[in-house]
């Protein structure tokens, strides 16, 4: 079974209507093909959309968060993704905690921005998931 690190763009292109790849995921979940993740950061980022100030819409993505595992960030994470930051291997500091945690935990990314993390060597990526 893969372990699959969704990253907060994929999330968030799926809850509007733009990511049918997020859907294959979670229905491999459903086959118990795949276990698909977010850690903390990605949550974070998930809910500063401003349209979770609607009461509902914020019920809704509570919701649907609850269809991953979290992964935590522990101290192995923290000390890898400085090493990221210090080495200026990525640009930001959310995206060198979702590096350094599918690292650590031998997750794939599944992520739109490929860009953003081509100098993190051995991190595998799933990049076509918006048709």
């Known amino acids: 079974m893969e372990n699959i690190l969704v990253d907060t763009d994929i999330l968030i292109d799926y809850t509007k ?13 459903i086959a118990g ?39 935590e960030i522990n101290k192995k994470i923290g000390i890898l993704s400085g090493e990221f930051r210090r080495i200026k291997a990525v640009d930001y500091i959310a995206d060198a905690l979702i590096a350094a945690t599918c690292l650590e935990n031998n997750f794939i990314l599944a992520t739109r921005n490929k860009k ?16």
Request: avoid cysteine.
């Open 33 to 71: 093909k795949v276990k698909l993740f977010i850690n903390p950061v990605i949550i974070s980022e998930f809910f500063t959309d401003k349209s979770l100030n609607d009461k509902s819409k914020f019920r809704w993505a509570l919701e649907f968060i609850s269809n991953f595992s979290v992964t």
């Open 17 to 29: 209507g733009k990511s049918v790849g997020l859907k294959q995921l979670l229905q491999k979940q």
């Open 116 to 131: 953003h993390f081509s100098k993190i060597k051995n991190l595998k990526i799933i990049s076509h998931l918006t048709s």
